[in-house]
């Protein structure tokens, strides 16, 4: 069973970017999908971007597709969302998530696996 760690989160203004970490342990790192998920105050969590075990491949929500690049280091286990342009809306609890079914890709129930997240808080 992989354990996943987040990191990077903090308090920036707007325009401002940041990078998260999520460092996976535990498992074959590169037998797993990888996502990023995203839970502001009073709203459900959302899917922000996720990529595949090779890293061949990568998938955005509409909201942060150009701003939000995702990407994995399978010699390091670990994967990355750099998020540039920030804006007030992107302050959530940032979630690492992990999955190796081959099905779906962007849905809570597609992973059995999550990081206890991180804060990310962009002031305006």
């Known amino acids: 069973q992989v354990q996943l760690v987040e990191s990077g989160g903090g308090l920036v203004q707007a325009g401002d970017s940041l990078r998260l970490s999520c460092a996976a342990s535990?498992?074959?790192?590169?037998?797993?999908?990888m996502g990023w998920f995203r839970q502001a105050p009073g709203k459900e969590r959302e899917f922000v971007a996720a990529i595949s075990r090779n890293g061949g491949t990568t998938y955005y929500s509409d909201s942060v597709k150009g701003r939000f690049p995702i990407s994995r280091d399978n010699a390091k286990n670990m994967v990355y969302l750099q998020m540039n342009t920030l804006k007030p809306e992107d302050t959530a609890v940032y979630y690492c998530?992990?999955?190796?079914?081959?099905?779906?890709?962007?849905?809570?129930?597609?992973?059995?696996?999550w990081g206890q997240g991180t804060q990310v808080t962009v002031s305006s």
């Open positions: 998530a992990s999955k190796t079914s081959s099905m779906g890709i962007a849905s809570l129930r597609d992973y059995p696996y």
């Open positions: 535990g498992g074959t790192f590169s037998n797993y999908d």
